[in-house]
T-cell receptor, first 112, second 117 residues
Framework: QKEVEQNSGPLSVPEGAIASLNCTYS??????FFWYRQYSGKSPELIMS????GDKEDGRFTAQLNKASQYVSLLIRDSQPSDSATYLC????????????FGSGTKLNVKP | GAGVSQTPSNKVTEKGKYVELRCDPI?????LYWYRQSLGQGPEFLIY????????DSGLPNDRFFAVRPEGSVSTLKIQRTERGDSAVYLC???????????????FGPGTRLLVL
């Protein structure tokens, strides 16, 4: 079983819609969770971090964490064509906060 | 500098050759990480430095891979006897150790695309 699982997509949404990206992880004691955006041919760029159960909002982005169900999600409101990218979920395992485990990413296409 | 920098941006080499990839972290960041990303995959952890020492090298695939950070700033990833399977994007990241270990955030450089022919 992979540490972090993501649907590879592509996920297609129309401009202005809400995009919902999901990630599940295997280590029940994972404590730190991150969403990175990666444009084709570019390096990952941090979007959100979340450490506690519940929702965390930053502009059009909301991260949701449910440790009991071992999933973390990212909602993008009012999706724009410029949001089209691959979204990577990363988690840490146990008390090792420096080793990030990444999912394979979900490709998002926002259609104008 | 303003961000993590990596050189070269692209490297083409022949099977069996030796390569060095360089990373210059964000100024003041004490932690430095190397990852490898293959096409269609997420970054895969290789090694982590805290200061000059390798705190975790559990991701290095074999003894052909080695990394150093002699002065606690710039790091070099060294690959001996390169193989075609080493072809990937090698990413470097750094973080600042703000005090809450569980909230460390890693910032990535642009990567080095390595192609082994």
């Amino acid at each position: 079983q992979k540490e972090v699982e993501q649907n590879s997509g592509p996920l297609s949404v129309p401009e202005g819609a809400i995009a919902s990206l999901n990630c599940t992880y295997s280590d029940r004691v994972s404590q730190s969770f991150f969403w990175y955006r990666q444009y084709s041919g570019k390096s990952p760029e941090l979007i959100m971090s979340i450490y506690s159960n519940g929702d965390k909002e930053d502009g059009r982005f909301t991260a949701q964490l449910n440790k009991a169900s071992q999933y973390v999600s990212l909602l993008i409101r009012d999706s724009q064509p410029s949001d089209s990218a691959t979204y990577l979920c990363a988690v840490t395992r146990g008390n090792n906060f420096n080793k990030f485990y990444f999912g394979s990413g979900t490709k998002l296409n926002v259609k104008p | 500098g303003a961000g993590v920098s990596q050189t070269p941006s692209n490297k083409v080499t022949e099977k069996g050759k030796y390569v060095e990839l360089r990373c210059d972290p964000i100024s003041g960041h004490t932690a430095l990480y190397w990852y490898r990303q293959s096409l269609g995959q997420g970054p895969e952890f290789l090694i982590y430095f805290q200061g000059t020492g390798a705190a975790d090298d559990s991701g290095l695939p074999n003894d052909r891979f080695f990394a150093v950070r002699p002065e606690g700033s710039v790091s070099t990833l060294k690959i001996q006897r390169t193989e075609r399977g080493d072809s990937a994007v090698y990413l470097c990241a750094s973080s600042s150790w703000g005090g809450l270990a569980e909230q460390e955030t890693q910032y990535f450089g642009p990567g080095t695309r390595l192609l082994v022919l």
